[in-house]
């Protein structure tokens, strides 16, 4: 890339902040922090602004099937397209940047890409995924996975509060009917990119302002029914009873040993229910969604397997009879070398000290290296809080993040051979 354009390619900080803080506060009304869940009211308002938001960067828009909202930038020949984009979907009580920042980033983008009078070989597309955080469907990466040619007919099914997933699909204005196939095929994306706020303690704590992600972590996740018997709790002997939560308190802490100790996984008990969840009943029914996390698959795959041993084990100790849901399984990612090194070197030029981290972090990204060549760039997240309403980034790190972006698409640009591969 020459040192013209890398001079000329700017991002409009007060223009990128702006967006950020009025898409942020488009929120779900009596919800904690900025909560913007699909398929609320809020999800659909901050989907329309976007759209607009899109149109008025000079970008064609459209839904695809799976409403994924992508926003087109013309190239100068008959290639695929590269595509950068996140999601704008946030957790309950979220935060302001988690997705957003790659959305919004890649408008700017495509903006000081006009300004800077830079024409791509390659269509740019930006990409608003629809609902990448785990929702109550149960089901993340919505829109990606659809892309990639992961997602399930049978999910149209589910149903949250009388509104089946089909339906939110066609809320958004996708075609739910055309999702028993990939949306596309290997070879139709030349590349993608994600920006996205790293979400850990990492950048922040070393004093680096970027990084280049070389991987992200492979995600087991399912619901474990358990369904004991509700009972006095006064007058049902310790050995005569079937506690559904003391079960579930030694699947929890046999969750925590075991990631523990394998330095290489992690995992979360992060949603309970019980019933009657009374002071006086023992506990009849438990519901717990538990997770592992891990860059090995192999890793990932016995630590889930370890864990069920032991959940099995401790429901027939107590009479409590335990059913698997299972929800996400999504493998690792690793992005492809030659990638991560071109956008390490473009990451370095703008901050001599960028590093290459892994993601502990689900990201559409994950689904997208099953279709084409994809890397993200991460940029600080302040005391690596993320996932709850103090998540926060200095508005350098946004536009210098944005910046990276942008040069990074430069230059894939340029190292793309016909057949898609880096040279
Ligand atoms: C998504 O943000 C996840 O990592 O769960
Ligand atoms: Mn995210
Ligand atoms: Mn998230």
New binding site residues.
């Given amino acids: 890339m020459s040192a013209e354009i890398m001079r000329a390619l700017q991002p409009d900080q007060q223009r990128l902040l702006q967006a950020i803080n009025d898409l942020a506060n488009i929120v779900e009304p009596d919800t904690p922090g900025w909560t913007r869940r699909f398929p609320s009211g809020a999800y659909l308002r901050g989907r329309e602004w976007l759209r607009t938001r899109m149109q008025n960067a000079g970008l064609s828009t459209r839904i695809d099937a799976a409403g994924n909202l992508l926003a087109e930038r013309a190239g100068s020949a008959d290639l695929p397209p590269i595509l950068i984009g996140s999601h704008t979907d946030t957790?309950l009580g979220g935060g302001r940047y988690?997705g957003i920042l790659g959305v919004l980033g890649a408008i700017e983008v495509a903006q000081c890409l006009d300004e800077a009078g830079v024409t791509l070989r390659h269509p740019l597309i930006v990409a608003d995924f629809l609902a990448?955080?785990?929702n109550d469907y149960g089901i993340?990466c919505v829109g990606s996975r659809a892309l990639a040619g992961n997602f399930k007919p049978e999910w149209l099914d589910r149903t949250l509060n009388g509104l089946t997933l089909a339906d939110a699909i066609r809320a958004v204005g996708g075609t739910p009917e055309a999702l028993g196939t990939p949306l596309a095929s290997k070879g139709a994306v030349a590349a993608c990119l994600e920006l996205h706020i790293e979400?850990g303690p990492v950048l922040d704590q070393r004093g680096k302002l970027l990084a280049a992600v070389n991987g992200i972590v492979g995600?087991q996740r399912g619901t474990l029914v358990l369904q004991g018997q509700p009972d006095h709790a006064g007058t049902t002997p310790m050995e005569l009873r079937r506690d559904a939560l003391a079960t579930a308190a030694v699947i929890i802490s046999t969750l925590e040993a075991l990631c523990r100790d394998e330095p290489q996984a992690v995992g979360t008990v992060g949603r309970l229910e019980v019933s009657p969840n009374q002071s006086n009943v023992i506990p009849g029914t438990v519901t717990l969604t538990a997770e592992i996390r891990s860059l090995d698959a192999e890793i990932l795959e016995h630590t889930w397997q370890a864990l069920w041993e032991a959940a099995t084990a401790a429901a027939q100790q107590r009479g409590v009879a335990l059913e698997l849901l299972a929800l996400t399984s999504t493998p690792p990612a690793l992005a492809e070398r030659w990638l991560v090194d071109l956008v390490h070197q473009v990451c370095r030029r703008l901050d001599d000290g960028a590093i290459v981290l892994p993601s502990?972090?689900?990201?559409d990204s994950s689904q997208l290296a099953q279709l084409a060549p994809t890397a993200m760039i991460f940029v600080p997240s302040i005391g690596g809080r993320s996932?709850c309403p103090e998540e926060a980034t200095t508005p350098e790190h946004l536009v210098l993040g944005v910046a990276a972006l942008a040069h990074a698409v430069v230059a894939v640009d340029q190292a793309l051979d016909a057949e898609g591969h880096g040279q």
């Fill in positions: 957790v988690d990448e955080e785990a993340s979400q995600i502990g972090a689900g990201h996932h």
